[in-house]
């Protein structure tokens, strides 16, 4: 498989997103900037499939007993971790909180977060929309400084 194509199917997954997705892409000699828009274009493409998600089949799957205790787990999670952000600076707060490039505070949670406190689709889009384009810039920027770094320690 093409290192662009493993770049975006990582940047799709949970947890690791564009914060993977990225520095694999670049590691692998892609230019940066198809791998800035690659990577941030497929995570973005996670939140309307997340809301569809929530939206639909989640009403199914709550029905499986591992699935719902899984689930209220990760949503008390998501709760605490989103709350002081989401309820005190609204629309502004997710994007600050998906835009932080750590594990499990991307489009995923950011999107789960809009859905938990029943936040307008729409500018919730946008919103974490935002949030993955800087943490996009964030992430390929730490990569290009971190690896001009090291190559010119080594020289």
Same mark, same amino acid.
């Given at each position: @498989?093409?290192?662009?194509?493993?770049?975006?199917?990582?940047?799709?997954?949970?947890?690791?997103?564009?914060?993977?997705?990225?520095?694999?892409?670049?590691?692998?000699? =892609?230019?940066?900037?198809?791998?800035?828009?690659?990577?941030?274009?497929?995570?973005?493409?996670?939140?309307?499939?997340?809301?569809?998600?929530?939206?639909?089949?989640?009403?199914?799957?709550?029905?499986?007993?591992?699935?719902?205790?899984?689930?209220?787990?990760?949503?008390?999670?998501?709760?605490?971790?989103?709350?002081?952000?989401?309820?005190?600076?609204?629309?502004?707060?997710?994007?600050?909180? *998906?835009?932080?490039?750590?594990?499990?505070?991307?489009?995923?949670?950011?999107?789960?977060?809009?859905?938990?406190?029943? @936040?307008?689709?729409?500018?919730?889009?946008?919103?974490?929309?935002?949030? *993955? =384009?800087?943490?996009?810039?964030?992430?390929?920027?730490?990569?290009?400084?971190?690896?001009?770094?090291?190559?010119?320690?080594?020289?």
């Amino acid at each position: @498989m093409s290192a662009i194509i493993n770049a975006i199917l990582l940047s799709l997954a949970p947890i690791a997103e564009l914060r993977g997705g990225i520095p694999l892409a670049l590691a692998s000699g =892609i230019d940066p900037v198809t791998a800035y828009l690659a990577c941030v274009a497929a995570n973005i493409l996670i939140i309307p499939i997340v809301f569809l998600f929530l939206g639909t089949l989640h009403n199914l799957f709550m029905k499986i007993p591992v699935y719902k205790k899984r689930f209220d787990r990760f949503l008390e999670k998501t709760h605490k971790k989103t709350h002081k952000k989401v309820e005190k600076f609204g629309y502004i707060g997710l994007t600050i909180f *998906v835009m932080i490039p750590l594990p499990i505070t991307g489009a995923y949670t950011g999107t789960l977060a809009a859905w938990l406190f029943g @936040m307008n689709k729409t500018r919730s889009f946008f919103s974490i929309a935002l949030g *993955v =384009i800087i943490a996009g810039i964030i992430v390929t920027a730490a990569y290009l400084t971190g690896a001009q770094a090291l190559t010119w320690a080594l020289q």
